[in-house]
């Protein structure tokens, strides 16, 4: 059977957050405190909606937009890691899941040349109209009230889950023990998992975790999975 690798994106495949990496593409380099603080919690995909406005209101242009989002840093070791899995495809399927948008994931993957390692991504839909602004929609809704309204990461039974911040907690739950959840070292995933390992054995995750630093320690985890 295939080996399943399933990836957050930012500070996963990225080292940065690709939503707050296109405000470099400003003139300035900020946003207004208008359109900052009309953040509401669990809405950002709403909010990167009013940044996308603001940007397209400052005349910046399509071209300048992905010109910047293919800037952002690879993780380390993710290149490595990815060409390994664009490699291997008769035994390994790859999925990225996140709540960035489809515009930014497909530019910086085939900016890094890093497409062809992932068979489908999970993501909110985004395009640009017809006045050069890029419109964002939220991808789904969803019952799930441990995530963001518009995307529950928890689509998959099986999984080999790569990630690093709190909505990538969710698909944890389902996993089972033969199964991998890798959290990012120092990041808000792995505290959470951490805190439910201390607790009741009904709540415990019941896939193996192992932390990770690199792309390089995902690399020997995923070689020794499929080759055992």
Known sequence: MKTLMVFDFDHTVVDDNSDTWVVR???????????????RKGHWTEFMGRVMNHIGDQEVSP???????????ITAGMTDLLTFISQNKSAIDCIVISDSNTMFI????????????????????AKFNELGYMEVQCYHSHECDRCPVNLCKREYERIFYVGDGGNDLCPTSC????DVVMPRRGY??????????????????????LAWSSGADILQELKAAIQS
């Open 25 to 39: 593409c400003l003139p300035g380099q900020t946003l207004p405190d208008s359109v900052k603080n009309s953040y």
């Open 106 to 125: 497909d530019w910086i993957l085939r900016a890094a040349g890093l497409r062809a390692a992932v068979d489908q991504v999970f993501t909110n839909p």
């Open 175 to 178: 996993l089972r023990g033969h």
């Open 188 to 209: 808000t995933l792995e505290k959470l998992l951490a805190k439910l390992q201390g607790q009741a054995e009904d709540t415990s995750p019941r896939a193996r975790v």
């Open 63 to 73: 071209d300048r937009v992905r010109s910047v989002m293919e800037t952002i840093p």
